[in-house]
Nanobody, 125 residues
Framework: QVQLVESGGGLVQAGGSLRLSCAAS????????MGWFRQAPGKEREFVAA????????YYADSVKGRFTISRDNAKNTVYLQMNSLKPEDTAVYYC??????????????????WGQGTQVTVSS
């Protein structure tokens, strides 16, 4: 069992930056690929970014590529999402998630076993 707690959300003006953190419980954090997803009002939850177990590979949605950076610190059981050049369309609740150990497709919601409660990001124009 893995418990995930996100933090770092808030209100920021367009063009600004935020850094989200996701702290995981348990001693097996490094066994999980981790992902960030987001859900805007009235929309489905969508993939944002993912990172492999050792941090060597990162994956991004086209909409955030070049602006967002995912990273992890396995010693601290934490995954991060650095968000730069924020746009109003980035406004959403952001969730971190831990992928099933046998998962293959990091962009697919159903391949993630554990989810945090989410943190709100609001970007004003």
């Amino acid at each position: 069992q893995v418990q995930l707690v996100e933090s770092g959300g808030g209100l920021v003006q367009a063009g600004g930056s935020l850094r989200l953190s996701c702290a995981a419980s348990g001693r097996t954090f490094s066994s999980y690929a981790m992902g960030w997803f987001r859900q805007a009002p009235g929309k489905e939850r969508e993939f944002v970014a993912a990172i492999s177990r050792n941090g060597g590979r990162q994956y991004y949605a086209d909409s955030v590529k070049g602006r967002f950076t995912i990273s992890r610190d396995n010693a601290k059981n934490t995954v991060y999402l650095q968000m730069n050049s924020l746009k109003p369309e980035d406004t959403a609740v952001y969730y971190c998630a831990a992928q099933f150990p046998n998962g293959h497709r990091v962009t697919i919601i159903h391949e993630y076993a554990y989810w945090g409660q989410g943190t709100q990001v609001t970007v004003s124009s």
